[in-house]
């Protein structure tokens, strides 16, 4: 009887001891496994992002050529076109240099687009505010990505903070995922 009783007993500190090694185990794999969910989705979504910009960059040179006999006369205008141009022929070698690249030449055409708008003539020119429209879906769509980029990049880098993981997590290709300001 008492032999039968001590297997129970021992059965039940095994079940413990493995239910509680499950459990720790899982805790301190979990921040392992998400870090390499996120790498591989923000690598992923980065590229899928530049493909976007990309297919949408005609746009870009369609609103400098609209906007650029009316607003000649503005200063911050003429800085904005001739950064982007400088932008468009700059070489990039790695996906965030090429990322960061399209996000500014985004921006700069946002910032003319914005500035265009206040013209009385062009805020009746059909052409340019249909150009406008598509352009405004793309940058809107650009940033949200981004923003979204920037989440889970702030997520990566606090399982990176905690000391237990500061070794184990791969930070090989880290400057190619993470999205900074």
């Known amino acids: ?27 301190l794999y979990y921040p392992l496994h998400r870090t390499n969910s996120i790498k591989n989705y923000l690598f992923k979504n980065k590229k899928e992002q530049i493909e976007y910009i990309n297919s949408n960059m005609y746009l870009i040179p369609e609103i400098i050529n609209l906007t650029k006999g009316y607003i000649i006369h503005d200063e911050n205008a003429l800085k904005d076109i001739i950064s982007i141009n400088i932008l468009t022929q700059s070489q990039t070698k790695t996906i965030n240099e ?10 700069l055409t946002y910032n003319l687009v914005e500035n265009s708008s206040k013209n009385s003539l062009l805020s009746k020119n059909e052409k340019f505010q249909n150009t406008r429209t598509k352009f405004l879906n793309v940058y809107k769509k650009a940033n949200l990505e981004y923003q979204t980029c920037k989440i889970y990049s702030d997520k990566i880098l606090e399982y990176m903070k905690l000391p237990l993981y500061k070794h184990l997590i791969d930070t090989e290709n880290m400057s190619d995922i993470i999205c900074t300001d």
């Open 1 to 27: 009887m008492t032999n039968s009783i001590n297997n129970k007993r021992f059965y039940i500190h095994l079940s413990i001891i493995f239910i509680l090694t499950s459990v720790l185990f899982a805790l």
């Open 98 to 107: 090429t990322y960061n690249n399209q996000l500014s030449i985004l921006k």
